[in-house]
Structure formats: C-alpha cells, structure tokens
C-alpha cells in the first residue's frame, strides 16, 4: 500500500478513518480481506466520496431488518457460489462466525448444487474444507 499512497495519494475519507472502516470487517470475518484493503487505499484517496457511498450501501443492504447477520451471511456465500466466486469464503466465514453449523452450510452448498451443478458442490466442498482449516488455525 506503500506504492499506493506515493503513486495515488493518501487515503482522504475524513468522514471515517480507515482504521474504523476495517473495523467492520475484522469484526465480520477476523481480518480485513486484501482487495478490501485495496478498494480502501486506492479509492480512499482517489475517489472517497465513492468509497463512503460503497460503504453506506453495503452496510445497509447487508444487513436489512428482516434478516438476522447469519441468515444474510448464508445467502451471500450461497450466492457467491452460485458464481464461484472467491468471495464466498469471507461469506461463509462470516456466516460460522454468526452461529452457522456445518450443517447449514452443507444446506447452502447442496442448494447451489441443485441450480449450479457438480462445479457448485466440489468448489462448495472446497470452501467448506477451507474455513474448517481456517478455524482450526484461529484456534492454534
């Protein structure tokens, strides 16, 4: 982020620190994931305003009112695998860290099979191994 700050300038949100705003994410999933990092530092100093609209609306469509943090967390890692997206992880992540069993999340991974295919549940079987592995070095 080094070369970040000399080539694009300094992180320039002064509605929020950037140390709050990976607040959120530590709290979510444990640690502030590296392209977050990134949006943080590059777009914090080239476009805040943009980065703080981001924020706001992420905070606000991942967390409605009728939806409780590990319902929302389960169908974001369902449907981030949908896609096979990496981001799935930090979902599922945040979906155990919320109270999720490895009963749900098998749940979640057998719905994307459904409508996905084979590729859902072998990446799916991945993630899960994944976060087990994760959690165990959590632990350590």
């Given at each position: 982020m080094k070369t970040v700050a000399k080539e694009m300038g300094s992180y320039a949100d002064e509605s929020?620190?950037?140390?709050?705003?990976?607040?959120?994410?530590?709290?979510?999933?444990?640690?502030?994931?590296?392209?977050?990092?990134?949006?943080?530092?590059?777009?914090?100093?080239?476009?805040?305003?943009?980065?703080?609209?981001?924020?706001?609306?992420?905070?606000?469509?991942?967390?409605?009112?009728?939806?409780?943090?590990?319902?929302?967390?389960?169908m974001l890692f369902g449907m981030l695998l949908m896609d096979l997206s990496d981001a799935a992880v930090l979902h599922g992540i945040a979906a155990r860290k919320a109270g999720a069993s490895w009963e749900e999340m098998q749940a979640v991974v057998s719905l994307c099979f459904l409508f996905r295919g084979l590729s859902a549940a072998n990446r799916g079987a991945e993630v899960l191994a994944n976060i087990c592995a994760h959690e165990e070095e959590e632990k350590a």
């Open positions: 929020q620190s950037i140390e709050n705003r990976a607040e959120f994410y530590k709290d979510l999933v444990g640690f502030l994931p590296p392209r977050i990092e990134a949006r943080f530092h590059v777009t914090g100093a080239l476009d805040p305003e943009i980065l703080r609209l981001q924020e706001e609306m992420r905070a606000h469509a991942m967390y409605p009112g009728c939806f409780d943090v590990k319902t929302a967390q389960l």
